[in-house]
């Protein structure tokens, strides 16, 4: 008989981590000891800048760093199949979004996993100083030698001589223990280079106007048909993502000369960040969000989060937007170049952008105002082909830029505007949903939508700070993601009147439609000029995307009110999964199981993961089980699996300890110790006998009084088409 545990092995044991002595001096030797067979390295953990610039020497051993450690989701197969489902208007799950407790339940990092990572990094003399919300990020600080010994890092100071900035930086990729390599995704903070830059663009010769000089709300909301959504915007709250902060003066004298009233703009402070009571530089890019989003939707509610500008800033911003939840729009008018940011920060944002659309919250990100070539204001230089970050994440929707031309407020024409940020990104793979005319290759390219945002045809925005004042002509794609962020309240309101799900993950349900035969009437297609190196053309481009809302027809078509996509059906049988954690990584959710059932005991290995269900086991009377239930469609096809490993003492074919399956009161199969094996075997069970009825799918372990039998369950799914 194999003893078994009902104790789970503790979740805090780490590998102690051995280092070289550091000495307290102004300079130091990098610890040797950190990096060896028994750590990791972290990939993508030293920022691009360190290649290009030039090194000064060591950072003082007392110098105070502030990181923020990334943990990494889990169960990711499971969550893309469950993304892909919200977004596909014939699943069942179309729209069903997910609690920011749900989702950490099914996906995020666990208890366990928070408290592994808090007692190393306690361990090594750092302070653990917050855990977001949704337990995907571990903030802590301490002294340059306290992170040197947790990370593996020697921290160098450097000039990078094209941008004349002097900043500090870990000279070779983090590395953590081997037991965490499981757990951490990554390490933020480790180099205070990469900064957010705003997506503000002027005309030349910009100047001060005593009144409103460019286009207003009446404008842009006539030409797109803002103003025929028979919406305000009433009920919704738009998030504004901002590493600056703005004065409420300025925005109540924008509504004033525009006549819009709406609900107060609050402000939520990230990391102590409090900007408001002296605005910096980027003031006007705080302001002009603001007052495009109020001039599209001005009943929506505005939560303006201000953060740090750092990577670690910005992370704790997107996990305190999903955590918080209250937002069902985010915009973003703020990048940095893919080439110049580090890659495990743009993972990690990803990660909570995924949690985002989960939860059904839409994000526009500006896709930056130096064309194809982003990085030239910044160290990679204008030869390098490159796309902006955050746009280019595949779970938000990047926004492009045109030139529009109005006859007083009705739509006359449009062309892509020549510095709009668009391309390839080297960073992310191309979504399963980015498909269409013109679009090609193997990574995600950019952008999904444009708006205007050629200062030559700008919006009025009234400023008035450090570097600007009175009523100014803006453009830039920073005013083309506000735009659609507007539009996405209009809609969202919209759909709750219609009692229809929230417009959530974006750019899946816009491709649906450009690619259907609503296109023309949804979009303008913006098919004449450029950028560098991509031309605007009929149908998708890398300058322009699909184009620009027709925003009463678009809304229709997303309604299901045309022959693109179509509201959830009743039945049906879109091909999909229909069990929730199928392989028990999210522990009991969505199943009803016997007291130590789903487990991670190192007693039996899983098929995959960590957890899976492990039935009897005990050599004596005893009976566990395990079910959950389900609703198949009517009309389908039904197909039960799951892996089982059955591990016997008993001998010969006897059956002394039985598995049975039921659905419902029906045994489907049944298995005993006769048919133990050294290994995982999948079974299979049709269960279309039972489509169009609501089913519980029941294992029955029962063992006999001596000899134990394990009946080890693992990886399920119930496949319908």
């Not at 980027?282 to 939707?297: F, H, P």
Request: proline share 4%.
């Amino acid at each position: 008989m194999r003893p078994r545990s009902l104790a789970l092995a503790s979740a805090l044991a780490v590998l102690p981590l051995t280092a070289a002595s550091l000495c307290a001096t102004a300079a130091y030797a990098a610890p040797q000891a950190n990096v060896s067979a028994a750590r990791v390295a972290l990939p993508n953990t030293v920022t691009p800048a360190v290649a290009h610039s030039q090194k000064q020497g060591d950072v003082p051993a007392a110098q105070q760093i502030s990181v923020a450690v990334s943990l990494k989701l889990r169960n990711t197969a499971e969550l893309d199949t469950f993304l892909a489902a919200l977004s596909n208007p014939k699943s069942p799950q179309f729209g069903k979004y997910l609690t920011p407790a749900q989702f950490t339940a099914r996906f995020g990092p666990t208890q366990a996993d928070v408290a592994q990572v808090r007692s190393y990094l306690e361990e090594q003399g750092l302070k653990v100083t917050s855990v977001s919300a949704n337990r995907q990020v571990v903030n802590a600080s301490g002294t340059n030698e306290q992170i040197a010994k947790a990370f593996g890092t020697h921290e160098s100071r450097y000039v990078d001589k094209l941008e004349n900035k002097a900043f500090f930086a870990n000279d070779d990729a983090a590395s953590i223990p081997a037991s965490l390599s499981g757990v951490v995704q990554g390490v933020s903070g480790l180099n205070n280079k990469t900064v957010r830059t705003t997506r503000i663009a002027k005309p030349q010769n910009a100047a001060q106007h005593a009144t409103p000089s460019g286009f207003g709300p009446a404008q842009y909301n006539g030409a797109y048909n803002l103003n025929k959504m028979g919406t305000d915007g009433s009920g919704t709250t738009v998030a504004l993502w901002e590493f600056d902060g703005y004065s409420s003066s300025n925005l109540t004298t924008y509504d004033g000369q525009f006549g819009l009233t709406g609900p107060a703009v609050q402000t939520v402070s990230v990391d102590g960040a409090s900007y408001d009571s002296k605005p910096g530089e980027g003031q006007g890019e705080v302001e002009l969000d603001s007052e495009i989003v109020r001039g599209v939707a001005p009943k929506a509610q505005q939560l303006v989060y201000e953060a740090p500008n750092s990577d670690q800033g910005e992370i704790d911003m997107a996990a305190k937007i999903v955590s918080d939840n209250k937002a069902s729009v985010i915009s973003i008018s703020w990048g940095s170049c893919e080439p110049d940011t580090t890659a495990s920060s743009m993972t990690a944002i990803d990660n909570t952008f995924k949690q985002a659309a989960a939860q059904g919250i839409s994000i526009f990100s500006a896709s930056g105002d130096d064309g194809s070539r982003d990085c030239t204001r910044s160290t990679s230089g204008s030869s390098v082909k490159a796309v902006d970050f955050p746009a280019s994440s595949p779970h938000n929707t990047g926004v492009g830029g045109t030139n529009l031309k109005v006859s007083g407020s009705t739509y006359s024409s449009e062309s892509a505007w020549s510095t709009a940020g668009g391309g390839v990104s080297t960073q992310f793979s191309k979504p399963s949903w980015q498909t269409g005319t013109n679009v090609t290759g193997t990574m995600r390219t950019v952008p999904d939508v444009s708006s205007n945002a050629d200062p030559n045809s700008g919006f009025a925005i009234y400023t008035q700070g450090t570097s600007s004042a009175g009523w100014q002509v803006y453009g830039g794609t920073s005013a083309a993601a506000p735009l659609w962020s507007g539009y996405a309240a209009l809609f969202n309101q919209k759909a709750k009147a219609a009692g229809q799900a929230a417009l959530g993950e974006a750019s899946p349900k816009l491709y649906s439609v450009a690619n259907s035969s609503n296109y023309s009437s949804a979009f303008h297609d913006v098919s004449t000029g450029s950028n560098q190196d991509f031309p605007a053309k009929a149908g998708y481009d890398q300058v322009t995307g699909w184009g620009t809302p027709v925003a009463d027809q678009l809304s229709n078509a997303l309604l299901g009110g045309g022959s693109g996509t179509t509201p959830p059906p009743s039945g049906g049988c879109t091909t999909s999964q229909l069990l929730a954690n199928q392989g028990f990584e999210s522990g009991n959710t969505g199943w009803t199981a016997s007291s130590g059932v789903i487990t991670t005991d190192s007693g039996e290995a899983a098929h995959s993961g960590s957890y899976k269900a492990w039935l009897d086991g005990y050599g004596s009377a005893h009976t566990d089980s395990l079910s959950q239930t389900v609703s198949i469609p009517a009309g389908c096809k039904a197909s039960f699996s799951f892996w089982l490993h059955v591990d016997t003492a008993e001998t010969g074919s006897t059956a002394y300890d039985k598995l049975t399956v039921q659905a419902n009161s029906t045994t489907v199969a049944t298995y005993s110790n006769a048919d133990a094996a050294s290994g995982y075997v999948q079974k299979t069970i049709d269960l279309s006998a039972f489509a169009g009825q609501t089913v519980t799918l029941k294992f029955t372990g029962t063992e006999d009084s001596s000899l134990q039998t394990s009946f080890v369950i693992d990886d399920t799914a119930l496949n319908i088409s």
